[in-house]
DNA sequence: TTTTGAGTTGTTCGA
DNA sequence: GTCGAACAACTCAAA
C-alpha cells in the first residue's frame, strides 16, 4: 500500500484493495516516500504538517515504510524486497502525480508487478461528469447538479487485523523546523475526524450564515484534512446526507467546488501555470516589486488585506472570504499576475491544493472557469466592514491596530492624526487602482476584437 | 436548430 | 438613506 495524499485507515479504497490482494497469509507493506522533488512547492509549513501526519498514520501501522528518494526506484526496491506481486495506490489526478505514477507503474512492470490504482481523493473522479456535448463542464452549477445526480457510493470502514510489515529500513523522520511562532492545526486521522465531528456539532447550522464572517470561528477548517487525505470526501458526504438545513446543503456545495476545480485542472493539467483562458497572455500586468513585498508581508496599509496575509503566515491557513480579498487585491489594485500570489499561497498554505488554489486564482483574475466577472472587484475597505464588523479579525492579527476603535479599524487612514505609529498608510489608492484595471480590460478587450477580425 | 435564461462570492452611480 | 440599473461575454441546458 503506498500511501500518497490519502493518509488515512478508513473508507480508503487502495488500501482495501492491498488487503485483499494480501489475502489471509501475507503482510501488507504502508508505504510513504518522500520525494525530494516535491519539497520545492511545498513550503516549511506543508511540509511540517505533512510530518505530523505521518507520524500519526505511523502510529496507527506499527511504523511506516518509510523512503526517500526518487519513488520510482524506492516503490520497486521496497516491492521487490517484499516480493509483491501488486502495489495498491488511490490514483493521483494532478498533473505531476498523473506522469510520476506512470513512471513507477512501467518501472514495477518490468519487475512483473502491478500497479493497482483504486479510489481516488474525490467523490466523482475527474473525467466522470461530463456535459450532454460530451465535454467537461466550464460552468460550475451545472457541474454540480450533475455531480449530485452522479452520487457517490457509500464510505468503506477500516479493515482489522491487517498484518503490516516492512522490508528495508526506513528513512528516519526528521522534524522540520517550524518556523517560530508558527501554529498548526492537530495533524492525522483521528484529529481530522475529531474535528469534523465538532463542526458538525456545532457549526453546521449557522455555516450557511456565518461562513463569511472572517471574525467567528465558523467555518469547518476541513480543508487540511481533506488535502492529505485524513478523511474522505465520501464520508463527509454520507453525514452530511444525513442532516437537513441550509448548512448542510451550502457544505455540500463547498465540497462540489473542490471536486469541480479537480475536474477542470484534470482537463486542462496546463492550467496550472497558465491562464485559462488564452486572450489573458495579452494582459497588461506590473512587475512584481516593492508592491508584491508588501502584499506578501501584510503591509499595504489596508488592514483586511494585511490581516489576511499575517494570518497565513501566523497559521498556515486563511479564511476563505479574505483569500478572495487579499487575491482581488493583488491582482486588480497592485495589477500583479495571479501566479505570483498563487505561488506565495502554495509556499505557505497547509491546506494548497494545486486545483483548488490555482483555479480559486484565475477565478479572481477574471481568466478561469466561470470566472468572476470583470467588473467585480473587491473593495477593501467595504469587505471589512461587512466581514469583520467590529474589526476583531483585524485586531488579531494586525497588533499595531489593536487599540483602534471599530469605526476607523478598516480606515486607520481617516483616523485624527493618521494611521498610529508603525502601521503603513495605503501603498495605493483603491478608487484609482480600480479605475486603472477597468481600463485594462478594456485594452484587452479590444486588442483580443482586433485579433480576431 | 434556435432561442432564452441563468450563472458563488461586487461596487458604483444616479434617481 | 434606499434601491435598481449597469457594468461583457460566454457556456450550458431547457424550452
Not at 529500513?169 to 492537530?186: F, I, K, Q, T
Request: net charge positive; with cysteine.
Amino acid at each position: 500500500m503506498w500511501f500518497r495524499r490519502d493518509l488515512r485507515l478508513a473508507d480508503n479504497p487502495a488500501l482495501a484493495s492491498a488487503v485483499a490482494a494480501a489475502g489471509a497469509d501475507q503482510g501488507v507493506v504502508p508505504l510513504f516516500v518522500l520525494d525530494p522533488a516535491l519539497s520545492t512547492p511545498a513550503g516549511v509549513p506543508r511540509r511540517a504538517y505533512l510530518a505530523a501526519s505521518l507520524r500519526d498514520l505511523g502510529a496507527a501501522v506499527g511504523g511506516l515504510q518509510l523512503r526517500r528518494g526518487d519513488p520510482a526506484q524506492e516503490v520497486v526496491a521496497v516491492a521487490r524486497a517484499a516480493s509483491a506481486t501488486s502495489v495498491h495506490i488511490a490514483a493521483d489526478f494532478g498533473p505531476r502525480g498523473r506522469v510520476r505514477d506512470r513512471q513507477v507503474e512501467s518501472a514495477l512492470a518490468a519487475h512483473g508487478i502491478e500497479l493497482v490504482r483504486a479510489g481516488s481523493p474525490y467523490a466523482v473522479p475527474p473525467g466522470r461528469v461530463a456535459s450532454k456535448t460530451g465535454d467537461p463542464y466550464q460552468v460550475f452549477t451545472p457541474y454540480s447538479r450533475a455531480w449530485r445526480d452522479h452520487g457517490w457510493p457509500p464510505p468503506m470502514i477500516a479493515p482489522r487485523g491487517v498484518r503490516w510489515t516492512r522490508p528495508l529500513a526506513s528513512h528516519p523522520l526528521d522534524p522540520e523546523p517550524v518556523p517560530g511562532g508558527l501554529r498548526l492545526p492537530a495533524a492525522g486521522e483521528r484529529a481530522a475526524h475529531r474535528r469534523w465531528h465538532a463542526f458538525l456539532d456545532r457549526g453546521l447550522d449557522r455555516y450557511a450564515a456565518t461562513r463569511d464572517r472572517a471574525d467567528l470561528d465558523s467555518t469547518s477548517r476541513m480543508s487540511v484534512h481533506l488535502k492529505w487525505g485524513e478523511i474522505h470526501p465520501r464520508t463527509m458526504l454520507a453525514e452530511l446526507a444525513r442532516r437537513r438545513g441550509a448548512g448542510a446543503a451550502r457544505y455540500q456545495t463547498e465540497l462540489a467546488w473542490r471536486e469541480f476545480y479537480a475536474d477542470v485542472l484534470w482537463a486542462r493539467p496546463e492550467s496550472a501555470r497558465e491562464y485559462l483562458r488564452g486572450e489573458f497572455a495579452s494582459m497588461e500586468y506590473d512587475q512584481p516589486g516593492p508592491a508584491l513585498t508588501a502584499w506578501c508581508d501584510g503591509l499595504t496599509g489596508y488592514p483586511i488585506v494585511d490581516a489576511g496575509m499575517r494570518q497565513l503566515r501566523a497559521e498556515g491557513w486563511m479564511h476563505n472570504r479574505i483569500r478572495m480579498v487579499v487575491a482581488s487585491f493583488l491582482v486588480k489594485d497592485l495589477h500583479v499576475d495571479w501566479r505570483h500570489g498563487a505561488r506565495h499561497f502554495m509556499r505557505w498554505l497547509v491546506d494548497a491544493d494545486l486545483a483548488s488554489n490555482q483555479h480559486g486564482w484565475q477565478w479572481t483574475a477574471g481568466c478561469g472557469t466561470d470566472a468572476a466577472p470583470y467588473f467585480r472587484i473587491f473593495n477593501p475597505t467595504l469587505q471589512g466592514k461587512r466581514f469583520d464588523p467590529h474589526g476583531d479579525y483585524v485586531r488579531r492579527y494586525v497588533p499595531h491596530l489593536a487599540q483602534v476603535d471599530e469605526k476607523w479599524i478598516h480606515q486607520p487612514w481617516t483616523l485624527p492624526g493618521g494611521p498610529p505609529p508603525g502601521y503603513p498608510a495605503p501603498i495605493v489608492d483603491h478608487d484609482h487602482e480600480r479605475r486603472e484595471s477597468l481600463r485594462r480590460v478594456e485594452r484587452l478587450r479590444g486588442r483580443s476584437t482586433v485579433e480576431s477580425q
